[in-house]
């Protein structure tokens, strides 16, 4: 399976492993096996670890608090319960790179180190100064939240190959209609 990873953080990429929540809600991640390639992917670990059925379970525990977080409301203190669990995952061991004399690095960990490495993006993404640059992207269907990194602050899609393209194909097509009327 092909993942995106385009959020520029790991926790916002591991939220959007569920697709168009407010809709279909696909999920990108529905095996053990499937969430260890996607640790892989993400550059966690260099080689997907054996994930059990209950440390799937936890994974998408701890990607449902995340989103929980996300999606609350910014004017209100978070979730103390919440803040807890993301807190308890994120004090855990995270995977380990070790370098060899041939100065290849070889990074390896099992699941519980990947999800204390999403738990600490996903705190590192509440600081107040990645807040302010913490956005949604304004595709359609699309519920994937991003940080903004762009210059002028001003990033609307999760990325241009998916969401920016529809949409500037959208406004490409009703430029057109216009035009012709």
Known sequence: MAFEFVAGNFAL???ATVAERRTTAVERVPTPEALGEWFADAGLVDAPPAV??????????????IWALLTSDPA??????AVRTLDRYAASSIPVAVLAADRSVTTTGDS???LAAIARAAVDAF?????????WCEGTDCTRPFLDASRAAN???CGMAGCGDRA?????????RTARS
């Open 13 to 15: 990429d591991f939220v």
């Open 52 to 65: 059990t059925e209950a440390e799937h379970a936890e994974a998408l525990a701890l990607r449902e608090t």
């Open 76 to 81: 209100q203190p978070l979730d103390t319960a």
């Open 112 to 114: 519980t180190s990947c």
């Open 127 to 135: 600081r107040p100064e990645n807040v302010a640059h913490l956005k």
């Open 155 to 157: 990033r609307r899609w």
């Open 168 to 176: 500037k194909a959208a406004a490409y097509r009703a430029r057109k």
